[in-house]
């Protein structure tokens, strides 16, 4: 009997980790309320969520180095920030990656990226992977905006040309912070995208 | 006699390993078709493109694949997506690719992501395994075992 027992949790076991290595559909969708985190930024200090009193909300996007999809909105990003941040919405980026796996997303290479391209917001390295495993974040760049009360009103991607900005001609993300500004519906909350599969630890 | 022999199959091996195959263009309807074909062919349809470094590294695993099981029900299609066809072109020449090649030619990727995966946000590499009218999807690259392993055991469900 206790044989018996010990091979069904074996199996049941086997058959969970199966599914799980075949596709994780842990993470939030919209409408969730997303953890804060404290989490180290390029300049050595801690940032968490909280400490942005006045803020209305947050645009946290995962995203890395090395990946060109990543390189690709580097600007689009700033820019969004440029305009967002004096809204109440600050752009929070955190790199989720392996640097064993991508030695350019090391915590070395993220502050000397930002500091080459003048990153004008938080740029957090998410050493044990567990904010994007919570987020449910598969790729970079991956985009969360959340409201003041960090319950997720967006997931996707920044704008509907993840490569070439000037081909863009919806602004996924921008429409939907306009629209919590504006105490709006927003219209599309979710976007799929390519981007650079995150790289797990092993 | 035997020598003009073995120099016609040097010659021909030479021909042989110094192309690859051709690249289909293809649409999203295309390749939809390929995931929904309902035989006891396994088709591993690998998404990948030519900037994505994990996706590079892991073709000479499918490649392998191709040689290990060609004499067997198994298919090998390796799609670039959002990519370059020259570019696509270039690499599969240089690697002298022989598994079957398509290139989907899309670029509203939110249209056509959620046609292959619901709950596919779009990351890559990722590879589908369709046998029978089934699809499983698999996020992330493989090891060359790895690889063996999920064909092999797919190979072995439909022996029992």
């Known amino acids: 009997m206790k044989k018996i027992n010990l091979l069904f949790v074996l199996t049941l076991g086997l058959i969970f980790s199966l599914s799980n290595a075949t596709f994780k559909t842990q993470g939030y969708q919209v409408g969730d309320t997303a953890i804060d985190f404290s989490l180290k930024n390029i300049d050595g200090k801690m940032v968490s969520l909280q400490d942005f009193a006045q803020a209305k909300g947050f645009v946290i996007i995962f995203t890395c180095n090395h990946c060109p999809y990543a390189i690709a909105n580097e600007d689009r990003i700033i820019a969004l920030n440029k305009k967002y941040a004096a809204k109440g919405f600050p752009v929070i980026a955190i790199n989720p990656n392996d640097p064993v796996a991508y030695p350019d997303d090391s915590y070395d290479n993220m502050k000397k990226r930002a500091q080459e391209k003048g990153f004008n917001f938080p740029y957090l390295l998410d050493d044990t992977q567990d904010i994007a495993k919570t987020y449910g974040a598969t790729k970079t760049p991956h985009v969360y905006l959340l409201d003041k009360n960090r319950v997720v009103k967006y997931i996707g991607a920044i704008d509907d040309s993840p490569k070439d900005a000037k081909k863009a001609k919806t602004s996924h993300l921008a429409n939907a912070i306009d629209a919590l500004l504006a105490g709006k519906t927003i219209a599309v909350s979710t976007t799929a995208a390519i981007g650079c599969g995150i790289k797990w630890k092993k | ?160």
Not at chain 2, 11 to 30: E, P, R, Y
Not at chain 2, 50 to 62: G, H, I, N, R, S
């Open chain 2, 1 to 160: 006699m035997k020598k003009t022999f073995f120099l016609a199959l040097l010659l021909g091996l030479l021909a042989q390993g110094a192309h690859s195959q051709t690249i289909q263009t293809i649409k999203i309807k295309d390749l939809v078709s390929h995931l929904q074909k309902n035989d006891d062919t396994l088709r591993v349809v690998n998404l990948w493109a030519t900037w994505c470094a994990p996706c590079v590294k892991e073709l000479p695993y499918f490649e392998q694949a191709h040689q290990h099981f060609k004499n067997q029900k198994v298919k090998i299609i390796l799609t670039a997506i959002e990519d370059e066809l020259p570019k696509v072109q270039a690499f599969a020449q240089k690697r002298k690719l022989q598994s079957t090649l398509l290139f989907l030619d899309e670029d509203n990727a939110n249209d056509w992501i959620p046609q292959i995966e619901k709950n596919w946000q779009g990351e890559i590499p990722v590879t589908l395994f369709v046998k029978q009218g089934k699809r499983e999807f698999h996020s992330g690259d493989f090891t060359a075992e790895e690889l063996m392993t999920q064909i092999e055991q797919r190979l072995n469900v439909s022996k029992e």
